[in-house]
């Protein structure tokens, strides 16, 4: 019979989760009997060990141990090298991760995966997304779709709780290395993603930090360097995220180090802690306002705010965001478990879908990243009392680079908006090549909205061949954004009505070849990470 998935792959903890015969949603604990498992991995052993064991054993090991590799997805110049010399990129980690889920979850449902359904942060963008997928890949996964976390919490919201008439919910979204403000219509059967802001590099992580730093700064003054004393950092990293843990009930903790054969220990209460903290959620607040401004609302006509991530937990986000917007934020979902339920209810609508043929994944018909169609009975699919459709929307506007005349310099022209509903396409005339006989279009493809290119990501680039005329060649830009938020562009030469074709974007600038891709695929299946 086959199975399919949710996960909610974190930067500092995962979780997978599925629906059962009955339509309940259950979260599959791993092989420690842990409903979330930490996203981190240590080399050195004859295969690399993933998970709490990990974490445990970081601290006699430290230069072996990777962990918070979600903020380095889709950056091709980042890799870990383990003390052996052997390096890893982002995508191979998180394959090695997500492998032990797989493997987890094949182990408690006792049967295989067929599918998974994988959440990203609402921010992320094309690079970050295409390495989740290309991360799953390598390990094994059918990816059935690639959505949002915070849409991933609605679900599970919606799903969960009777909701009645329509509502405007913000969702705020403080994982351990990512965060996200998004707002969304949700009433009965439906879900519409309004606007959505973030920073895929603020998360908890930032807070261990803040801590980590008050500490350094105190042994200073005892004439202690933790710096240079690698096994006293990781043990101070350990340290001050149970720290930040404790002082969410407690009004003060301990932070006790070994620092080059001298005791070290640092009292540190919740007061000085929330103070070290007030710039980190300053910014979560101005991500709140300029997510409110995209939406055209204000916090009058949000009905609830919804908190999401273990972040949350702490109790001076949830005092910040109430005296901010007047609203008592809500923990009606499971911090660390809605994303995974609110992927495993997709999964399930996705393959129902599947097995009627109606699945649409919004990639153009000739995209060559689309798989196989994935084969389901429709015994296999459980049934719901309820079902949701929802609306996501890009997190970044979209567009190309080009020749501005008046400025005379390059810049970045906009063609698919911020918030434009997704999938999507736009269809942008004006274009044109630059001289006359000219053979090759250079299209750069951007992510951003500001004109200076100085402020948006170049996320691909293709030559493309054109027929050399004695004039200028006016060209039409067509981008389309698929379910995942991938992005695909074509070119027309409307002299000519000649239909450029899809351009393949050349990723490599972000991302893993195919054939990158296919050697990590063999490499995580030789290390036999699940067993």
């Known amino acids: 019979m086959s199975k399919f998935v949710g996960i909610d792959l974190g930067t500092t903890f995962s979780a997978v989760a599925y629906i059962d015969e009955k339509g309940n949603p259950i979260i599959i604990p791993n092989k420690q009997g842990e409903n979330i498992t930490p996203s981190t991995v240590l080399f050195g052993g004859k295969k690399p060990v993933v998970g709490s064991a990990a974490k445990k054993k970081s601290f006699t090991d430290p230069k072996n141990y990777e962990a918070f590799v979600k903020r380095h997805m889709g950056e091709k110049t980042y890799s870990f090298t383990a003390?052996?010399?052997?390096?890893?990129?982002?995508?191979?980690?998180?394959?090695?991760?997500?492998?032990?889920?797989?493997?987890?979850?094949?182990?408690?449902?006792?049967?295989?995966?067929?599918?998974?359904?994988?959440?990203?942060?609402?921010?992320?963008?094309?690079?970050?997304?295409?390495?989740?997928?290309?991360?799953?890949?390598?390990?094994?996964?059918?990816?059935?779709?690639i959505i949002n976390e915070p849409t991933a919490a609605a679900i599970a919201f919606g799903i969960g709780k009777n909701i009645g008439k329509s509502q405007k919910i913000m969702i705020y979204d403080f994982g351990g290395g990512t965060f996200d403000v998004s707002i969304l219509d949700i009433d009965e059967d439906s879900i519409r993603v309004i606007a959505t802001n973030g920073d895929h590099k603020l998360g908890g992580y930032d807070i261990d930090m803040a801590i980590v730093d008050y500490v350094k700064e105190k042994a200073e003054e005892e004439g202690m360097d933790i710096e240079n004393d690698i096994k006293a950092m990781q043990n101070l990293m350990i340290q001050a995220e149970e720290a930040k843990k404790t002082l969410s009930s407690d009004d003060t903790t301990e932070i006790s180090l070994y620092v080059k054969g001298e005791d070290l220990t640092i009292e540190l209460d919740?007061?000085?802690?929330?103070?070290?903290?007030?710039?980190?959620?300053d910014t979560t607040v101005s991500v709140m306002l300029r997510t409110l401004d995209?939406?055209?609302?204000?916090?009058?006509?949000?009905?609830?705010?919804?908190?999401?991530?273990?972040?949350?937990?702490?109790?001076?986000?949830?005092?910040?965001?109430?005296?901010?917007?007047?609203?008592?934020?809500?923990?009606?979902?499971?911090?660390?478990?809605?994303?995974?339920?609110?992927a495993a209810y997709h999964a399930v609508?996705?393959?129902?879908?599947?097995?009627?043929?109606?699945?649409?994944?919004?990639?153009?018909?000739?995209?060559?990243?689309?798989?196989?169609?994935?084969?389901?009975?429709?015994?296999?699919?459980?049934?719901?009392?309820?079902?949701?459709?929802?609306?996501?929307?890009?997190?970044?506007?979209?567009?190309?680079?080009?020749?501005?005349?008046?400025?005379?310099?390059?810049?970045?022209?906009?063609?698919?908006?911020?918030?434009?509903?997704?999938?999507?396409?736009?269809?942008?005339?004006?274009?044109?090549?630059?001289?006359?006989?000219?053979?090759?279009?250079?299209?750069?493809?951007?992510?951003?909205?500001?004109?200076?290119?100085?402020?948006?990501?170049?996320?691909?680039?293709?030559?493309?061949?054109?027929?050399?005329?004695?004039?200028?060649?006016?060209?039409?830009?067509?981008?389309?954004?698929?379910?995942?938020?991938?992005?695909?562009?074509?070119?027309?030469?409307l002299d000519q009505n000649i239909d450029l074709g899809e351009v393949t974007i050349n990723r490599d600038k972000h991302n893993m070849t195919e054939e990158e891709v296919k050697k990590a695929a063999n490499r995580i299946n030789k290390l036999n990470i699940g067993e």
């Open 83 to 145: 003390k052996n010399g052997e390096t890893f990129r982002p995508e191979e980690i998180s394959a090695l991760i997500l492998s032990k889920l797989k493997s987890d979850a094949e182990s408690f449902l006792g049967d295989t995966v067929d599918g998974a359904v994988i959440t990203v942060p609402a921010y992320f963008g094309d690079p970050q997304r295409q390495a989740t997928r290309d991360a799953a890949t390598a390990a094994g996964l059918n990816v059935l779709d």
């Open 270 to 281: 919740r007061e000085t802690f929330e103070d070290m903290i007030e710039t980190i959620l």
């Open 294 to 342: 995209e939406a055209n609302l204000d916090y009058s006509q949000i009905d609830k705010i919804l908190l999401v991530g273990g972040s949350t937990r702490i109790p001076i986000i949830q005092k910040v965001i109430e005296d901010e917007s007047g609203i008592k934020p809500s923990s009606e979902v499971h911090p660390d478990e809605a994303v995974a339920i609110g």
């Open 349 to 493: 609508d996705v393959v129902k879908q599947m097995a009627e043929g109606t699945f649409n994944s919004g990639k153009p018909k000739d995209d060559s990243q689309s798989k196989e169609e994935i084969y389901v009975n429709i015994d296999d699919i459980p049934e719901l009392d309820k079902n949701y459709t929802f609306k996501d929307i890009t997190s970044h506007g979209i567009g190309i680079v080009v020749c501005d005349d008046n400025l005379k310099k390059f810049s970045n022209s906009v063609i698919m908006e911020k918030n434009t509903e997704i999938p999507a396409e736009v269809i942008q005339d004006g274009y044109s090549t630059s001289e006359p006989y000219q053979e090759i279009i250079r299209l750069q493809v951007t992510q951003g909205e500001d004109r200076n290119l100085d402020y948006v990501t170049i996320i691909g680039e293709a030559d493309l061949k054109v027929k050399p005329r004695n004039y200028i060649v006016p060209v039409r830009i067509i981008v389309s954004c698929d379910k995942d938020a991938i992005i695909h562009v074509r070119a027309i030469d």
